[in-house]
């Protein structure tokens, strides 16, 4: 049986960091909101660890641990670390004399929160085995190319994997592979100083936990390895793949070994890296919208999947913006292309933009709006597509 931890927090974008966090590591996670709620979860079936905020809706944290202490017999003790946004000493001192076996101070990284879990754990003899806490999980790959610049592939690579996340409870990793310019970074405002996939190629060793060191959460509940800052570490690291391109594969195999499912944004070019992150992918998401010169190019894409010998299957049209009118029906795209799109997403700019310019994606802000649900959707499918392409990987 896997470890179950309880996390009291009546932020829901905590909730979802610490869920992924724990998840990933192999706990099993339940939630409580307020204080009461976690006081009764205690008393109804005792998790093994609990993570408690300090400053709930009700009462505080510093009162459920007192509760919980209180309402403990036969000896059984559960190790419990408080999460608090304030670091002075009297809070610190109060939430020891509670009863609390350790603290963290929010916002804290996923890494050193798991180190402060498994070492009280150690502590107090409950540190669950390898075999116990390995993650299993999907372990599926799936790559977004556009077709050309400007069909919104990293805004769909982005909420999709938001959706998956927020709607399907996979663990997902989100990796910017567009080497040259990639945008995650603007996309969810998120600073040039954060580790990138530089640090990945650098790495002689690579490991989980190093790989993990080098991911950056979202309050989505995402974890994300971004690209590189600018175009001349860019460069750094295709040079690092021409010398050694096992360095690739052996990231890519890290990734499945903690994520369901890993979404990669590509660029648009067709280079030796791009044609790696192909093979090497489950299925390839071809994004296109309806007009001339986004059929022309994906004509040309198809093609060359073609003559790499992969199956149709491997390769799925989503057409973007598909309600815009362009004079290009649905019918006429498939008809030039030679085969169906497989999914479309309707469009909706001003909500596209909007979200671009405020850092905030909309399956955060807005995702009970028309886009939102549009991409949900897509999302659904995309889960389904994973599930059975883990299936067929089972039965090989």
Do not use: W
């Not at 190019?297 to 999947?305: A, F, G, I, P, Y």
């Not at 292309?337 to 909706?348: C, F, S, T, V, W």
Request: glycine share 8%; charged share 20%; proline share 4%.
């Amino acid at each position: 049986m896997a470890t179950t931890v309880l996390v009291v927090d009546d932020d829901p974008n905590i909730q979802r960091v610490l869920t992924f966090t724990l998840k990933q590591e192999g706990f099993e996670v339940r939630l409580a909101s307020d204080g009461a709620a976690a006081v009764a979860a205690v008393a109804e079936t005792v998790p093994d660890m609990a993570l408690v905020d300090v400053s709930l809706p009700d009462i505080d944290g510093f009162e459920v641990v007192t509760q919980i202490r209180a309402a403990e017999s036969g000896g059984r003790r559960m190790p419990i670390i408080l999460l608090s946004a304030e670091g002075n000493v009297s809070d610190r001192v109060r939430g020891l004399r509670a009863g609390a076996d350790d603290d963290i101070l929010k916002p804290f990284h996923p890494s050193e929160l798991i180190a402060r879990v498994r070492a009280l754990l150690a502590r107090t003899g409950q540190l669950p085995t390898a075999r116990e806490t390995e993650a299993r999980t999907l372990g599926r790959l799936a790559v977004f190319y556009g077709a050309k610049g400007g069909v919104g592939t990293t805004t769909i690579a982005i909420n999709t994997a938001i959706a998956l996340a927020r709607d399907h409870g996979r663990l997902v990793g989100l990796v910017d592979a567009n080497l040259q310019f990639g945008d995650h970074r603007v996309f969810l405002d998120l600073p040039l100083d954060n580790k990138s996939m530089v640090n990945a190629f650098a790495e002689a060793e690579l490991d989980v936990d190093l790989l993990r060191s080098m991911l950056v959460p979202h309050a989505s509940g995402i974890q994300m390895l971004l690209g590189p800052s600018n175009p001349e570490s860019g460069d750094i690291v295709v040079e690092a793949h021409h010398q050694n391109p096992r360095v690739l594969a052996h990231l890519f195999g890290l990734l499945r070994r903690i994520s369901d499912i890993t979404l990669v944004d590509m660029s648009k070019s067709i280079d030796d890296f791009n044609l790696h992150l192909f093979d090497a992918a489950d299925v390839i998401y071809v994004v296109l919208t309806a007009d001339l010169s986004c059929l022309k190019n994906v004509q040309l894409v198809l093609k060359t999947m073609d003559n790499l010998g992969y199956p149709h299957a491997k390769v799925k049209m989503v057409l973007n913006r598909s309600s815009a009118y362009t004079g290009i029906r649905v019918e006429n795209a498939e008809e030039v292309l030679g085969r169906p799109i497989d999914y479309q997403i309707i469009n909706e700019y001003r909500g596209a933009i909007s979200a671009l310019n405020s850092g905030s994606p909309f399956m955060v802000s807005k995702p009970e709006g028309p886009l939102g649900k549009s991409v949900s959707s897509f999302a659904s499918a995309v889960d389904q597509d994973m599930v059975a392409s883990a299936a067929t990987r089972a039965q090989t």
